[in-house]
């Protein structure tokens, strides 16, 4: 295990329930809450938190249309001058490579029972928002943590149900149990899925089921990391009820208590079950020396392996079977139409993506996009995606990586360089390494001094097109490696 920074150690050992004790510095990141009441608040504060990207002044037209209030679309104004002709419009709560609405998978709102956009997925919508929960509360994403609150509470379920969510996962049926712990892992550790993780889960849901589960949290993991990678702030009316409406054919009794419900805030009451309860999905450390669960902030990542032991898993990555099916290359041309005509044969990752016609293809754009478009050489981005694979043990995709490094000339020692000490590279570039590595590790463990640190040395244009190429590379790492994809040959 290995702390992110020497000095945040001593900044975020807090003790169990001091929450004030672990407020982050510009060289720390957010602690972690270890209870519910904790997290509520810290969610709260995130509306007013400083963006870490500093905008251009607002425009003569920019301030006739807010009023002249600099801060009320940050992350909108942020594309529009960053990431123009990268970003493909999308909005709300989705970033750069975001991926679906909702909860990142094919459907739109937060609503039970409402009907997928893609026909092949079945999963209920309010269960991958459970997922979404689940994931951002392992990257503690505290910002997608509020608004899966307010569309869990939107979707009828009650405070309790949400509490177990990060507790007691008992109140839930088996098979979403096994569900939520591979979110987990997913997110948090995706460097130790196994066959087991998927060979479990087909116990109770079918490879189609398994994949929309990929696609989804593959995207809200990267929504994680564009929210926290520019630090976004909340909006000042989300939280609690705000986004319940009451149901047409409730009675005026009803509909009164409905209307006291608490909106505009994610202060709510904790039921006494659940006041205390520490979570068992924030990926929590004890303090060394008292043995108390502490608020501070890690990177879980083993060390990188030798140059030796990555060629081994690259060439046992050769020889593996893809622990999902993939699509006939016949079939995978006749959905793509003309897109990939000039591919002989179809990547895997491509024929994987394409068992959804929808979602999968627009799956497939965003990441050749991520590759195509924007101010960043190819150079720097297939670097970038060289250390983000590294940290996850993305095998399959550190090897196209390699690949794509040999076509710009780079040799084996160039390449392999990137896990060593960076010393052979500029101080911008290892800026935005740093950013890359701790953004793709876990949104936890990025600092404002190191978002601070590649603005200075790299401008916020490049650091805000790094972190937006991250989110990408992060998930297409997690789908690639949940599926255990073997490499062409």
């Not at 945040?8 to 672990?22: D, H, I």
């Not at 997110?187 to 989804?216: C, V, W």
């Not at 979602?359 to 983000?388: F, H, M, N, Y």
């Amino acid at each position: 295990m290995r702390i992110s920074s020497t000095l945040m150690l001593g900044l975020l050992l807090a003790p169990l329930g001091s929450v004030g004790a672990a407020e982050p510095t510009k060289d720390s990141p957010r602690p972690l809450p270890i209870t519910r009441p904790e997290m509520k608040q810290l969610i709260e504060d995130v509306k007013v938190r400083k963006p870490r990207i500093t905008l251009p002044e607002l425009t003569a037209e920019e301030q006739e249309q807010q009023g002249g209030r600099q801060g009320d679309n940050y992350e909108g104004r942020l594309r529009t001058h960053y990431l123009k002709g990268i970003d493909d419009g999308r909005t709300g709560g989705r970033g750069p490579g975001g991926g679906t609405p909702g909860a990142g998978g094919g459907r739109t709102g937060g609503v039970r029972g409402q009907q997928p956009q893609d026909p092949n997925m079945t999963l209920d919508n309010a269960f991958k928002v459970e997922l979404f929960w689940i994931v951002s509360r392992a990257n503690n994403c505290q910002y997608c943590i509020g608004h899966q609150e307010s569309k869990l509470l939107a979707a009828g379920l009650t405070e309790d149900r949400i509490a177990a969510l990060d507790s007691n996962w008992s109140e839930f049926k088996p098979e979403e149990q096994t569900a939520f712990a591979f979110a987990r892992k997913f997110s948090f550790e995706p460097h130790l899925l196994s066959d087991a993780d998927i060979d479990g889960l087909r116990k109770n849901y079918t490879d189609p089921q398994i994949l929309e589960m990929i696609l989804s949290m593959a995207g809200n993991n990267s929504i994680n990391r564009w929210k926290e990678g520019v630090g976004v702030p909340q909006r000042k009316d989300e939280g609690g009820y705000s986004r319940r409406e009451p149901a047409p054919e409730a009675t005026a009794t009803e509909q009164a208590a409905d209307a006291k419900l608490p909106r505009g805030t994610y202060l709510t009451p904790t039921s006494a079950a659940y006041a205390k309860k520490i979570s068992r999905v924030a990926p929590l450390v004890k303090d060394e020396k008292t043995g108390e669960v502490t608020q501070a902030t890690v990177n879980q990542r083993p060390p990188l392996e030798s140059r030796a032991v990555v060629e081994e898993k690259l060439a046992a990555c050769k020889q593996r079977k893809s622990r999902l099916p993939l699509v006939e290359e016949a079939a995978a041309r006749t959905i793509l139409a003309d897109k990939w005509k000039d591919a002989a044969p179809l990547p895997n990752w491509v024929r994987l993506l394409v068992t959804f016609p929808r979602t999968g293809v627009s799956r497939i754009t965003t990441t050749v996009s991520s590759e195509e478009k924007g101010d960043l050489t190819p150079l720097l981005k297939a670097q970038l995606s060289w250390i983000v694979a590294r940290q996850d043990r993305a095998w399959y995709a550190l090897a196209l990586t390699q690949k794509r490094l040999h076509e710009l000339g780079q040799s084996d020692d160039q390449i392999f360089a990137l896990d060593g000490t960076w010393k052979e590279f500029t101080p911008r570039e290892q800026a935005l390494f740093v950013v890359a590595r701790q953004l793709g590790a876990s949104p936890v463990v990025l600092t404002d001094a190191e978002v601070a640190k590649a603005v200075e040395l790299a401008g916020p244009r490049d650091v805000v097109q790094a972190i937006s190429y991250t989110t990408n590379r992060a998930a297409f790492n997690r789908i690639t490696e949940a599926a255990g994809l073997p490499i062409e040959k």
